[in-house]
């Protein structure tokens, strides 16, 4: 009779909770994300059966949970877990939402009632990491322990929501921001609507030639911006004295 070699992973809740264990590893136990060891010191010396605790505790309207993705693992002990006959994966979510102990769901093939999913009530024990094969589940944190890219099932309906409402937001008071201060700039400028420049007299602009002379001096900017810059569409025609421009 053959002997079944087993390692480490083996054991039952060999990391405690929250905490997947991974024989290629050389720490065999890690905290799944959004979880820390509930005694560090203990894990220093490699004493991992306290597991884990969560570092940010849970919303529970299901507004600000999210789901954490788990692939190639053994689900954890079913003890305390429930079937829910003929629900999709985004229904079990929705559902695993509603209550504030539901801690994870897979999708599960339920003999009596064809394809379901499974929801565990309170920790996550005894969950392995297999370098192929396994199922996939999804274990609740806060949502602000994702990056956005690992929300549940469904994308993270209520998380990627969220994200997509915060880009949008941003890029949107960007243009506006952008668009004010390009505004501004022309405002400041001198130019109208039409991309033409006004031209505001002051007493800087004008020179007296003569105190009895009804003829004014004026500074060459201000002859430039009259004339969009001596543009021909401002040429009223040329003589012997140059062209002569509408202003």
């Given at each position: 009779?053959?002997?079944?070699?087993?390692?480490?992973?083996?054991?039952?809740?060999?990391?405690?909770?929250?905490?997947?264990?991974?024989?290629?590893?050389?720490?065999?136990?890690?905290?799944?994300?959004?979880?820390?060891?509930?005694?560090?010191?203990?894990?220093?010396?490699?004493?991992?059966?306290?597991?884990?605790?969560?570092?940010?505790?849970?919303?529970?309207?299901?507004?600000?949970?999210g789901?954490?993705?788990?692939?190639?693992?053994?689900?954890?002990?079913?003890?305390?877990?429930?079937?829910?006959?003929?629900?999709?994966?985004?229904?079990?979510?929705?559902?695993?939402?509603?209550?504030?102990?539901?801690?994870?769901?897979?999708?599960?093939?339920?003999?009596?009632?064809?394809?379901?999913?499974?929801?565990?009530?309170?920790?996550?024990?005894?969950?392995r990491?297999?370098?192929?094969?396994?199922?996939?589940?999804?274990?609740?944190?806060?949502?602000?322990?994702?990056?956005?890219s690992?929300?549940?099932?469904?994308?993270?309906l209520?998380?990627?929501?969220?994200?997509?409402?915060?880009?949008?937001?941003?890029?949107?008071?960007?243009?506006?921001?952008?668009?004010?201060?390009?505004?501004?700039?022309?405002?400041?400028?001198?130019?109208?609507?039409?991309?033409?420049?006004?031209v505001?007299?002051?007493?800087?602009?004008i020179?007296?030639?003569?105190?009895?002379?009804?003829?004014?001096?004026?500074?060459?900017?201000?002859?430039?911006?009259?004339?969009?810059?001596?543009?021909?569409?401002?040429?009223?025609?040329?003589?012997?004295?140059?062209?002569?421009?509408?202003?």
């Amino acid at each position: 009779m053959g002997v079944v070699s087993q390692d480490r992973c083996d054991r039952y809740a060999n990391c405690g909770a929250y905490a997947s264990c991974d024989p290629s590893s050389v720490g065999e136990c890690e905290c799944l994300r959004g979880f820390e060891p509930k005694v560090a010191s203990d894990w220093k010396l490699r004493i991992w059966s306290g597991g884990c605790m969560r570092k940010r505790s849970l919303d529970c309207d299901g507004k600000g949970d999210g789901f954490l993705g788990l692939e190639y693992v053994k689900v954890p002990d079913t003890l305390r877990s429930w079937a829910e006959p003929g629900l999709s994966l985004e229904a079990c979510e929705e559902e695993c939402l509603k209550k504030c102990s539901c801690s994870a769901y897979a999708s599960a093939d339920i003999s009596e009632g064809g394809l379901g999913c499974l929801m565990w009530d309170g920790d996550l024990v005894d969950l392995r990491v297999y370098s192929d094969g396994g199922q996939e589940i999804y274990a609740r944190v806060a949502a602000l322990e994702l990056d956005g890219s690992a929300i549940g099932h469904s994308g993270g309906l209520q998380g990627k929501k969220k994200l997509l409402v915060t880009i949008l937001t941003i890029i949107l008071g960007s243009l506006l921001f952008v668009l004010f201060g390009y505004c501004w700039w022309r405002k400041a400028k001198g130019f109208d609507m039409n991309g033409r420049r006004d031209v505001e007299l002051n007493a800087n602009d004008i020179e007296e030639n003569d105190k009895n002379s009804e003829l004014s001096l004026f500074n060459i900017s201000v002859i430039a911006a009259a004339t969009n810059n001596f543009s021909e569409s401002n040429m009223l025609g040329k003589g012997g004295f140059g062209p002569v421009y509408k202003v």
